[in-house]
């Protein structure tokens, strides 16, 4: 029995991140200095995201971003919106920490958010092809150094999605499982088995775009390679990572003075 993939979609947020020469970087390529840990150096420390027992998650699955920002800071107020929040992929969480240790350092480049501008329209068009258009994919939003784009799943042949984002070895093993249990009449155990690969394929593919759109951004740009991260969220998390990052980053311009 062949599994059709149901219609899905999830946000990307594509963040472009310059350093600036004034504020501790020579460039996009230029490491910044490490962190001081002063009275106003805001830092986050990453901890898994506990249940509501009390007890620790799966520190694998997702993580909180807990402000340990000094009160006199002016980018406080801020960074507290970011507790608590979870955070879907496996590199989710690198644009906050490096926006978090090294904040003033990086700032919006309007020539670098330009030539990431030009060059996505053409990514979309290649990642679509990657995924051999199972996946529909829209560019929803724009504003300072991040870029939102919606990916939809469409319905597709779940075993030839598993091949594109897991390989054909995942794809043949899940298929010998299914025929197998087709054999055995195993009607409950098929159905869980779907939701389980469902589930599966979802964080594949999110994953497998967190790794590959900024290497296909950098073959379309002119220039120097652009330094960026991406960030996958459901629907429900979309609009408050959103607010919350547009926020933090008004604040690292406005103390950046730009």
Not at 92 to 99: C, I, L, P, V
Not at 196 to 203: Q, R
Not at 226 to 249: G, H, P, V
Request: charged fraction near 20%; include cysteine; glycine fraction near 6%.
């Amino acid at each position: 029995m062949a599994v059709t993939t149901p219609s899905y979609s999830f946000y990307l947020n594509i963040i472009i991140l310059t350093a600036n020469p004034a504020v501790g970087g020579g460039g996009p390529n230029t490491p910044s200095p490490a962190p001081t840990k002063s009275a106003n150096s805001p830092t986050d420390v990453m901890v898994p995201v506990g249940k509501d027992d009390g007890s620790e998650g799966d520190s694998s699955s997702s993580l909180a971003v807990v402000p340990t920002t000094p009160k006199n800071s002016s980018a406080a107020a801020i960074n507290a919106l970011f507790s608590g929040h979870k955070i879907v992929g496996s590199k989710s969480n690198n644009a906050f920490q490096k926006m978090s240790e090294r904040a003033n350092a990086y700032i919006s480049n309007k020539t670098m958010i330009s030539r990431a501008a030009v060059a996505l329209p053409e990514t979309i068009q290649k990642i679509m092809t990657e995924f051999q258009n199972a996946i529909n994919v829209q560019r929803r939003f724009t504003q300072g150094p991040v870029f939102v784009l919606e990916v939809s799943v469409l319905p597709t042949n779940a075993v030839s999605l598993l091949e594109c984002v897991q390989g054909k070895e995942s794809a043949e093993h899940y298929t010998r499982v299914v025929e197998g249990l087709e054999a055995l009449n195993c009607k409950e155990t098929l159905k869980k088995l779907e939701e389980d690969i469902m589930k599966s394929i979802t964080l594949s593919l999110q994953t497998k775009l967190i790794e590959i759109i900024p290497n296909i951004i950098n073959e379309e740009v002119k220039g120097s390679p652009l330094d960026m991260d991406c960030i996958a969220l459901e629907d429900k998390e979309e609009a408050r990572w959103l607010y919350t990052f547009l926020a933090f980053n008004e604040e690292m311009m406005k103390e950046a003075k730009i």
